[in-house]
């Protein structure tokens, strides 16, 4: 990755509002349909393990994503994570779908998790890790997976300045729903119907993802 396209990427590190956590088939309650419960992203992250396994669709890469950059830069706006009182929205990317930008990356396939987490390190460094994870998050709000139905298209701000995410419903009644990056040239993300309102009935809610979103042109 380019320093031009790093230090694009880092100007995020000012804000004040992130997240980018959840834990992949974590318990939805439909009996908790507020968003009043104040139990954070990290604590729910941090119950499944924080340990790299097998497991290609779950959020292993993600977090230790999180922890390297809170282990990096302590005062960076990631901490945001454990206060489960400041409302946010997150699209989790799994594992596979690192696997699949480091590929994009550096044009080798990584069969482990820890190879995938270790390269993309190397390839992009912890600022540009941290800026893409704030390109991840609605900051300021709890949207649920009917919320984003209810919109069918819908553009919204993220915790990245100047990179907005746009989510769409693309097939009725079914729910497919897409979100479109800032990136032409890659595939486009959609919503897991099976990793949906992780966290539901807090204020800080997530929803697994196909792909990590890239909010600039990347290889």
């Given at each position: 990755m ?19 956590a ?7 309650s ?5 968003t009043?419960?104040t139990?954070?992203l ?17 959020y ?17 706006p990631?901490?945001v ?7 946010v ?7 596979r779908?690192?696997?699949d ?15 995938v ?11 540009t ?38 989510i ?7 729910g497919?729903?897409r979100?479109?990056?800032l ?5 486009d ?17 997530a929803?697994?993802?196909t ?9």
């Amino acid at each position: 990755m380019s320093l031009s396209v790093r230090r694009c990427l880092t100007a995020s590190t000012a804000l004040a509002v992130v997240a980018a956590a959840g834990v992949a088939g974590a318990a939805t309650s439909s009996a908790a349909p507020s968003t009043s419960g104040t139990q954070s992203l990290v604590s729910v992250l941090m119950a499944d393990g924080d340990t790299f396994d097998g497991n290609w669709d779950d959020y292993d890469i993600l977090t230790q994503a999180v922890v390297a950059v809170l282990k990096a830069k302590p005062d960076s706006p990631v901490k945001v994570l454990a206060d489960g009182t400041t409302p946010v929205t997150a699209f989790l990317p799994t594992d596979r779908a690192f696997q699949d930008l480091a590929k994009s990356l550096t044009g080798t396939t990584y069969h482990q998790e820890r190879g995938v987490f270790n390269a993309l390190v190397s390839a992009a460094g912890v600022d540009t890790i941290e800026a893409v994870l704030l390109y991840h998050v609605v900051p300021g709000a709890t949207v649920t997976s009917a919320d984003v139905l209810a919109k069918r298209t819908t553009k919204v701000n993220t915790a990245l300045p100047e990179a907005g995410l746009t989510i769409a419903t693309i097939s009725a009644p079914y729910g497919v729903v897409r979100l479109r990056d800032l990136d032409t040239t890659s595939k486009d993300a959609y919503l897991i119907g099976s990793q949906l309102d992780i966290n539901k009935g807090n204020k800080q809610i997530a929803h697994g993802i196909t792909s990590v979103l890239r909010p600039i042109d990347l290889p």
